[in-house]
């Protein structure tokens, strides 16, 4: 039992578990034809790569760091964008009351038909990405993103032309919300993934909150269609850099290679990771020098270079330790026989689709995230992000009861002002998800024995449950308070501490979905989209609703959802202890294939 996690009683080898942080004192040994495995060395411990980048050219894995960095942070930016269309009301609540001439829940339901919209749409556009890729979805969202912008900020006096505009709108972020994650996933390795999507979460998740304060000054400066129009804008100038720059991250990469999927039922998997967890603890220690070595090498100089401390171990029956240079180090002449494709050029890398990328039924990849989210993992996944996300949609959509209305009588500017807090409190999380996600999962690889676990993603839930629970726990009662002189900043504060939990269990639940289960994310990822979505587009309905029935009073009402997230945070502790039984037992018995959608 490594750390708590049981070890399973039937397979050896469990898809997802790895030695991505490898130790040069245990190296690994070849077996029925493995004859090397890359390696990071650009640390002061090498770590083996994981899944293996292929010896194409093309493969994402391949490509330079700052160049997968740079279409990382494209997405992540033009994600801003799109996903502020969320909140882009919420400090317009008032304005919108008296210029459509409707009640404020209907306003609300504006943002609902948003929801809506996003989560209807990822059931179409993720098995789209699945079979044909990601980037004419980036590309063909982002062109939407502007005209459904416009179409909004025209929309005066119109209510149904607006209630259109946001379920269009929804549609348009779509592939932002559900497919920047998977990306990540297509670029990077499992020990470079941690801070990357703390980033995009981040955009996806927190960047919105910063929308707020600004749309409250805009609206009152020059009217609230402006805060559509500048959308529409700044998306236009994502849009050229999204089309040049952004090229197909998916990639058909040999199933030998993700060795993170790999099972002890596979060919050569079960003897290469027995000796793997065999290796002598003193083994006789070699240099690079002393390993076997021809001219040939990978996939030419080129290559060698794609990333900074990329270098392969060469294995023998011997041990040998693993190579510390900066570059690919020769392979053995079996391998490099492969002749590799050409390398894309930058003229094939603007090609909306490069080949079909999975031999699947387009019905069937629609209706798997609906059969997923009966898989224990992945409906774990569902209510750690849906909910926190679901509570701070409710929140912001009873914000303006409590601060528009008496006693304090706030304007469209200091109710965007109020999501200062919330702002800060993403920002808050991002930093403390990208710290502790990969340094713990090192640390508890290291602690071990090199042995990495995908429940060790799990650690995050700590911080997440301690940030989220104080801030539904405490809204409540502060937010009531309002009327006996409790200084705004207060429920604020709490507010801004639910969004930090928020954003840490997003990090949390994404990245134990990819790592666990990665050959099913991108499905994994749409229904944890859909779920959030329609979950909080039913809150916008019932928000309201259950204020009154609470009589205007918030604190029993959030008792009640702070309990209902403690006790969804501490279900990941039977996660933790049984996951790698689970992850087994669900790769022997094929939960896809049972219900008739593999």
């Known amino acids: 039992m490594g750390l708590g996690v049981l070890e399973d009683r039937v397979m050896e080898h469990v898809p997802g578990t790895t030695r991505y942080f490898d130790d040069p004192e245990r190296p690994q040994f070849s077996s029925e034809g493995v004859e090397g495995l890359k390696c990071d060395t650009s640390g002061p411990m090498p770590i083996i790569l994981v899944p293996q980048p292929s010896d194409d050219p093309n493969d994402p894995l391949n490509w330079p760091l700052w160049k997968r960095d740079l279409i990382t942070f494209i997405l992540s930016v033009t994600a801003i964008f799109a996903t502020c269309l969320g909140p882009i009301l919420a400090a317009n609540t008032l304005t919108l009351t008296e210029d459509f001439s409707v009640k404020f ?11 809506f919209g996003v989560g209807i749409a990822a059931f179409f556009f993720v098995p789209s990405g699945r079979l044909w890729g990601k980037r004419h979805l980036f590309v063909g969202g982002t062109i939407l993103l502007i005209i459904t912008s416009a179409w909004g900020g025209a929309s005066r006096h119109n209510y149904a032309s607006m209630a259109a505009a946001r379920v269009f709108q929804g549609v348009a972020t779509a592939p932002f919300e ?14 470079q993934r941690g801070i990357r999507m703390a980033f ?18 805009i609206t009152h400066e020059i009217g609230w269609q402006w805060t559509f129009y500048f959308v529409a804008i700044f998306c236009g100038l994502c849009l050229p850099a999204v089309y040049f720059f952004c090229p197909e991250t998916a990639y058909r990469r040999d199933q030998s290679l993700n060795t993170d999927m790999l099972s002890s039922d596979g060919p050569g998997a079960q003897q290469l990771f027995a000796n793997t967890l065999n290796a002598p603890e003193e083994p006789e220690k070699t240099t690079k020098r002393d390993a076997p070595s021809t001219p040939d090498t990978l996939v030419g100089d080129d290559a060698n ?47 909306m689709f490069n080949g079909r990328k999975a031999d699947e039924n387009f019905v069937k990849l629609m209706l798997r995230p609906i059969v997923l989210f009966f898989h224990p993992a992945f409906f774990w996944a569902c209510l750690i992000q849906g909910l926190m996300i679901g509570w701070t949609v409710f929140i912001g959509v009873i914000l303006a009861q409590f601060f528009i209305g008496p006693p304090l009588w706030w304007g469209e500017v200091e109710t965007g002002y109020a999501y200062t807090a919330a702002f800060v409190g993403a920002i808050v999380g991002f930093l403390i998800a990208g710290l502790l996600s990969d340094w713990s999962a090192r640390l508890m690889t290291k602690w071990n024995k090199g042995i990495y676990e995908p429940e060790f993603r799990l650690f995050l839930i700590i911080p997440m449950m301690i940030f989220g629970c104080i801030g539904l ?15 705004p900043a207060i429920p604020l504060m709490f507010f801004g501490f639910q969004v930090a939990g928020m954003v840490i269990g997003a990090v949390a639940s994404s990245l134990y979905i990819v790592d666990a ?5 991108i499905e994994g990822f749409t229904i944890m989209i859909v779920f959030k979505n329609l979950l909080s587009f039913g809150l916008t309905l019932k928000a309201f609703q259950w204020l009154v029935l609470n009589q205007t009073k918030a604190t029993p009402l959030f008792n009640i959802i702070g309990s209902v997230q403690l006790v969804v945070c501490l279900s990941s502790i039977p996660l933790y202890v049984f996951g790698k039984r689970m992850r087994s037992f ?12 593999r």
């Open 586 to 597: 669900y790769h022997r018995h094929d939960w896809l294939a049972f219900c008739k959608v």
């Open 517 to 521: 289960y990665r050959d099913l994310a």
């Open 200 to 217: 995009t979460n981040l955009a996806v998740f927190g960047g919105a909150f910063f929308t707020p304060i600004l749309v409250g000054k």
């Open 178 to 191: 559900s497919l920047v994650n998977v990306a990540v996933g297509d670029l990077y390795c499992v020990h």
């Open 305 to 351: 270079q794609t990333q900074v401390g990329l270098s392969e171990i060469p294995i023998s029956s011997a041990p040998a330790a693993p190579a510390t240079s900066s570059t690919a180090a020769p392979v053995p002449r079996a391998r490099a026989s492969v002749v590799p494709p050409p390398k894309a050029t930058f003229k094939d890398s603007l090609a």
């Open 105 to 115: 829940a209907k306003v609300a339901e504006l943002t609902g038909w948003y929801l």
């Open 473 to 487: 726990y405490g809204w409540g009662p502060t937010a009531d308070d309002l009327l006996w002189d409790i200084p």
